[in-house]
């Protein structure tokens, strides 16, 4: 299957950001491409670190989705996106990311595990963390995990969802830029690809406050196609061949899932 990550360079219009996706979902579709991963907040920007964005945000049935299921049937392909999701009753949002299938509509969403509150940021101020482990979806035989930008960082998190049956990890990333921070990136998708042995799709976010650098890399760590800091579409083949060939090669993901049979077996 080809898969592509999107990047762009998303503003507080919501209207100039969906023109945004769709001229880059036609690149990816017009590529071959089955499936498509956007950055964190494709929908609109974060704005400055004080604005109030339950006024940009959207629920489920909003415009946003409806329009991301069109452009999914349009191209038969499946789209991952991020967006601000407004909640009943609450000041406080969601940083949510959405999976649209070409023929179902939306089929999962996955509500930000981890706020980023680090390097200075305070997303918690704004949104309410999620509660689920990460999404999984199934895309053209590939069972898909999606998670959304910080929770790259964290491990366990994701080794959950391999130990669950992922074998394609998405992950929608608006990687606000600083010192080296292009490279946490990069480090961290390699890192999540080789714990797990699985495809590892980040959609980035482009722009002078993003790191911009979407990726994807292969079960054992190699990176197959990526970006720099501009906006464009990157495009690359995974198969089921090839994350056979590397579980058997690094059996990383049979040795912990052995290990944790042989732990529950001493706790009884």
Sequence with gaps: MKIAVAQLSAGMSKPANVDRITTLAAQAADSGAR???????AMCDFGEKTADLYAVAEP???RFVTTLAELAARHS???????FESIAGERRIYNSAVVVDPVKGLIGTFHKRHLFDAFGEVESDRFRAGAEDPLQVDVDGFRAAVVICYDLRFASFIERAADQGADL???PTAWVAGPLKEEHLNVVARARALDNTMYVAVGGMAGAAYTGRSVIVDP??????GLGDGEGVAIADISHERLKAARARLPVLAQRRAASAQSSIGLR
């Design 77 to 83: 392909m499946t789209v991952v996106a991020g967006m």
């Design 60 to 62: 489920l049935d909003g």
């Design 169 to 171: 990890l998405l992950a």
């Design 35 to 41: 499936l498509v991963v956007f950055p964190e907040a």
């Design 220 to 225: 054992l760590g190699a990176q197959i196609a």
